[in-house]
């Protein structure tokens, strides 16, 4: 027991205080909060913020899904040569490259591919072009038909034919008339392998859903 | 009051709101904050009216409203946003012209200014006391408190309102 619990001579109520009659709230304010309880509204909150989670997390998820990149290697040829032919001269204005590729490649031509949503960038060694394909997202290893792993290379690295697929970051580059013996020297110059943020959300998105079973639901 | 069976929280809200709110704003001094608690109030209603049983359904909505204010009185205090005020121990700052102030203001205005300088817990008892009317052994239940506590705040509160009064 404490010092309070010590009862004390009462004197009585006081009587003025029995002027202190009920106060009306603001006109409409009970009704407002019965229309609008605020549970009712605090659950609609929570429910709409995990829903829109869910959303973005299955957004997320069914886009690393749905764009995997399988490299496109003989359009990708094709295009090297269509692009790579004639008098290219080193562009100035090309330099907001991916790649940085050594001294002696020169950046020559910018271009994108609608079809397979690819930047691609066409450098000069000497008179050599060699183009490197940008592509976003990460690399469906599975759709890499013949491919041979590049052995010793500072990142994943994948020969196809006379292509080379770099797995860097969240993007895929592919690599083509690049020479044999350039290949260790380009490779080291490319960005290196770290995974960003929007890489590590991606990855934890498609974890998460994969774990809540909204993979099957892609 | 004594009711045979539990009312959905629509009822409680819509026939005990002012019953609520009242009480709110004795406690805290203002429409705003009044507001605040009155809502805050019902949405532990709504939580607990699952395990509310029959009975003294003003008590039990009391006896959340205070100790929901109380438990705000706490928090602010933990983290005070703006500096408190400060509680006499011995008396409350009656002011020399204390009738004149009365005279020019509204009674019940200034005693609700009054019970604001009260420390929250000898306002709460003595709000529940003498302005809504429970018993000793009710407002014990409602604060949580054994009856000679409820007795210890209801009487300090009421001295130092008696000598704010008399200044």
């Known amino acids: 027991m404490n010092s309070h619990d010590t009862a004390e001579p009462d004197e009585g109520p006081i009587v003025e205080l029995s002027a202190l009659g009920p106060v009306q709230p603001p006109p409409g304010f009970i009704h407002s909060v019965v229309d609008r309880p605020p549970q009712r509204a605090a659950v609609a909150i929570a429910v709409a913020c995990g829903l829109t989670v869910v959303g973005i997390m299955a957004f997320v998820a069914g886009g690393v899904a749905d764009h995997r990149i399988v490299p496109s290697v003989d359009h990708f040829n094709a295009l090297h040569v269509a692009h790579s032919t004639g008098a290219l001269e080193p562009q100035l204005d090309a330099k907001d490259t991916v790649a940085d590729l050594p001294d002696d490649f020169e950046p020559a031509r910018v271009g994108w591919d609608e079809e397979t949503v690819a930047r691609q960038e066409v450098y000069l060694r000497g008179s050599e072009p060699i183009s490197v394909f940008v592509q976003r997202g990460p690399l469906d290893r599975d759709g890499l038909v013949g491919a041979e792993p590049i052995e010793g290379a500072p990142m994943e690295a994948w020969r196809i034919g006379d292509e080379v697929v770099v797995a860097s970051d969240d993007r895929v580059l592919t690599m083509v008339g690049i020479h044999d013996e350039d290949i260790d020297a380009v490779l080291a110059q490319l960005p290196a392998p770290i995974e960003g943020f929007e890489a590590r959300l991606r990855r934890l998105a498609a974890d998460l859903s994969a774990q809540l079973g909204f993979a099957e639901l892609r | ?167």
Do not use: C
């Open chain 2, 1 to 167: 009051m004594t009711d045979e069976t539990v009312p959905t929280w629509e009822e409680v809200a819509n026939d005990y709101g002012r019953f609520i709110y009242t009480l709110a704003y004795r406690l805290s001094g203002n429409h705003h904050d009044a507001q605040d608690l009155t809502q805050e109030v019902l949405l532990r209603v709504r939580r607990g009216l699952d395990g509310y049983r029959p009975g003294n359904l003003e008590g039990w909505l009391s006896r959340i409203t205070t100790n929901t204010f109380l438990d705000r009185v706490r928090y602010t205090k933990r983290r005070p946003a703006d500096p408190l005020p400060e509680y006499s121990e011995t008396t409350i700052a009656g002011s020399a012209g204390a009738d004149t102030e009365m005279a020019q203001h509204d009674l019940p205005d200034y005693l609700q200014q009054l019970l604001l300088e009260l420390q929250p817990e000898y306002r709460a008892a003595v709000v529940l006391k003498d302005v809504l009317g429970f018993s000793y052994e009710e407002i014990a239940e409602q604060m949580d408190v054994p009856v000679g506590t409820v007795r210890s705040r209801i009487h300090r509160g009421r001295s130092r309102l008696r000598k704010a009064l008399a200044a």
